[in-house]
T-cell receptor, first 115, second 114 residues
Framework: DGGITQSPKYLFRKEGQNVTLSCEQN?????MYWYRQDPGQGLRLIYY???????QKGDIAEGYSVSREKKESFPLTVTSAQKNPTAFYLC??????????????FGPGTRLLVL | GESVGLHLPTLSVQEGDNSIINCAYS??????FIWYKQESGKGPQFIID?????DKRQGQRVTVLLNKTVKHLSLQIAATQPGDSAVYFC?????????????FGKGTRLSVIA
């Protein structure tokens, strides 16, 4: 069964704590993305990676870090420097096509709450 | 249409009627557009896409129209059903692949009245 999985579904963070959100895909996609979504808002890009061992900052990268050691995995760490981490986090993946189309497919999301 | 501030625009439609959701995109160089549907608490789902060399594309109960002159995209849903209630996002591909990720609009909430 192909797709994108995110875990956990809900995550609680204490003050000053780093937490890591998991994202795995078995679609053989080249690119992976992390978005943050706040209530009533659209998607804001945190980080993206077009290829293994390389990634770029998105619009709101401060307070977050990522790694891309394997093609199928793109974990996101929310560090203690992120002062307002409560949000719905979405991971996506896509092929990178020569024709210029990049349909992104999304995981089910992780809701992060601060205790 | 696109939202301003914290509140999503909402479209309320009677069950069985047709829905039209609009999106104004930002870049005249965008060459590929996608509509996504997001139900509450879930990730966005791909609905339909269209390339810039097309004006119209039809799927099952959905049609996307592209007007490049005014940089406008619309999603039409025929015979709207309660299961269509969700937030709908448009997205555009601005640059070559590998350079710029998709840019997403802020979304429109569709509410279907049974």
């Amino acid at each position: 069964d192909g797709g994108i999985t995110q875990s956990p579904k809900y995550l609680f963070r204490k003050e000053g704590q780093n937490v890591t959100l998991s994202c795995e895909q078995n679609l053989n996609h080249d690119a992976m993305y992390w978005y943050r979504q706040d209530p009533g808002q659209g998607l804001r890009l945190i980080y993206y990676s077009q290829i293994v061992n390389d990634f770029q900052k998105g619009d709101i990268a401060e307070g977050y870090s990522v790694s891309r050691e394997k093609k199928e995995s793109f974990p996101l760490t929310v560090t203690s420097a992120q002062k307002n981490p409560t949000a719905f986090y979405l991971c996506a993946s896509s092929w990178v096509l020569a024709g210029g189309q990049e349909t992104q497919y999304f995981g089910p999301g992780t809701r992060l709450l601060v205790l | 249409g696109e939202s301003v501030g914290l509140h999503l625009p909402t479209l309320s439609v009677q069950e069985g009627d047709n829905s039209i959701i609009n999106c104004a995109y930002s870049n005249s160089a965008s060459d590929y557009f996608i509509w996504y549907k997001q139900e509450s608490g879930k990730g966005p789902q791909f609905i339909i896409d269209i390339r810039s060399n097309m004006d119209k594309r039809q799927g099952q109960r959905v049609t996307v129209l592209l007007n490049k002159t005014v940089k406008h995209l619309s999603l039409q849903i025929a015979a709207t059903q309660p299961g269509d209630s969700a937030v709908y996002f448009c997205a555009e591909n601005i640059g070559p692949p590998g350079n710029t990720p998709l840019v997403f609009g802020k979304g429109t909430r569709l509410s279907v009245i049974a």
